[in-house]
Each structure stands twice: as structure tokens, then as C-alpha cells.
């Protein structure tokens, strides 16, 4: 099946600082990705919508200015979690959409812990 | 915005039991809907999907689900379960006109052996 990739797989950083995450679509093109957040015992929540060349469109509540999404080329979205304090410690996960099946794929997911 | 409701948090099951795992979801519109496991430790993976036809879908592993549009829900069942399906299933719901996915709040599913 198609595969979806994230890196990091697991990231620590300070108060304070900006943390990049990547997604690429390995064999196929994804014009769409989505991100999500997975809190524990809970289930995925959608933060955003990745599109390609444009805005991504993100979902009510989730702020924009600190979750910063670019989605510059049709296989690979990047979600920069800036300013990151320790409530934005999470596992965030991608996810792509293939163009032929409709299916989503997701990837790993990046387990994010702020100090 | 489509919402999906799964009213089992957490199924402790025996092994050889037979399961059923519920799964509804609010859209007036036309839906493609998805059964997704996370085995520990693993990322998300598609177990079966309904877009349209057969409303009875069978999947991976044993798993099928029925798509009931007047009730609204998409339930998985397996008749038999094994140990190895300890994980954690999550349905979600895709409007067949939009993009984004929308998932239920996952059932936790611990199989005895």
C-alpha cells in the first residue's frame, strides 16, 4: 500500500522554541494532507488541512499563527509548532490521501514533549 | 462538520469471543465511512471501508462492517476474535464531497487469551 512518512519520530525541545515536523508521501503524489493530533486515550483530532500551493485550511479552535503549515511540493508537508510551550506536547500525526482509491495513509506520527 | 460517536471506550473480550464494535456519525449528506486499527506501538491502518453498494463490506483480517443509512451507523464485527487484535479501532467518516476525515474516539479493544 501507499506509504506515508514523518520525521521526527520523537522530538524534545524547550519552552519557547519552534519545532518543524515533516510528511511526505513516498509513491505517490498527495495534492491533500491532513494533520492531526492524538492525545492520550483520545481519539485523532483534525487540526488542518494541507494544500498544495495554497493556505491550508484549518479546523475552528486550532490557531494558525502557532501551528504553521506549508505544503510546498506534492509529496511533502511540513507542520512547525512554533513557540511550543509544554500543553503542545502531543503525538501528531499526518496523514495522505491517494488520488486513485480515496484511501488515507497515515505516517508514524511525531511524539512532540515540550519542557 | 461531520461528528462519529463509538460508544465502547474500552472491550475486554476473550479469545474466540465474537465482536461488535459500534460506530455512528452525523451528516446529512452522502459518506464514505472507515474502520481503522492501531495495533501497539504501530500507525493507523485501514481495516475496511464502505463508499457504496454492498452495504455489508468485509476487510482485512476478518473484519467486516455494515453501513445502516437509516440508523446512521457503520458497526465492525468479527466473529471470532484473536489475541493479536488487541488494539486500538477507530471509525471515521468522510463526506463523499469533502476532503477532510473525521474520527470517533477509539475503542480500546484487550482480547484474553
Known amino acids: 500500500g501507499a506509504v506515508v512518512s514523518q520525521h521526527p519520530s520523537r522530538v524534545i525541545c524547550k519552552s519557547g522554541t519552534s519545532v518543524k515536523i515533516e510528511c511526505r508521501s513516498l509513491d505517490f503524489q498527495a495534492t491533500t494532507m491532513f494533520w492531526y493530533r492524538q492525545f492520550p486515550k483520545k481519539s485523532l483530532m483534525l487540526m488542518a488541512t494541507?494544500?498544495?500551493?495554497?493556505?491550508?485550511?484549518?479546523e475552528q479552535g486550532v490557531e494558525k499563527d502557532k501551528f504553521l503549515i506549508n505544503h510546498a511540493s506534492l509529496t511533502l508537508s511540513t507542520l512547525t509548532v512554533t513557540s511550543a510551550h509544554p500543553e503542545d506536547s502531543s503525538f501528531y500525526i499526518c496523514?495522505?490521501?491517494?488520488?486513485?482509491?480515496?484511501?488515507?495513509?497515515f505516517g508514524e506520527g511525531s511524539r512532540l514533549t515540550v519542557l | 462538520a461531520q461528528s462519529v460517536s463509538q460508544h465502547n471506550h474500552h472491550v475486554i473480550l476473550s479469545e474466540a469471543a465474537s465482536l461488535e464494535l459500534g460506530c455512528n456519525y452525523s451528516?446529512?449528506?452522502?459518506?464514505?465511512l472507515f474502520w481503522y486499527v492501531q495495533y501497539p506501538g504501530q500507525h493507523l491502518q485501514l481495516l475496511l471501508k464502505y463508499f457504496s453498494g454492498d452495504p455489508l463490506v468485509k476487510g482485512i483480517k476478518g473484519f467486516e462492517a455494515e453501513f445502516i443509512k437509516s440508523k446512521f451507523s457503520f458497526n465492525l464485527r468479527k466473529p471470532s476474535v484473536q489475541w493479536s487484535d488487541t488494539a486500538e479501532y477507530f471509525c471515521a467518516v468522510n463526506a463523499a464531497t469533502g476532503n477532510q476525515f473525521y474520527f470517533g474516539t477509539g475503542t480500546s479493544l484487550t482480547v484474553i487469551p
Open positions: 451528516y446529512g449528506g452522502t459518506v464514505n
Open positions: 494541507s494544500n498544495e500551493g495554497s493556505k491550508a485550511t484549518y
Open positions: 496523514s495522505a490521501r491517494t488520488p486513485n482509491t480515496g484511501e488515507l495513509f
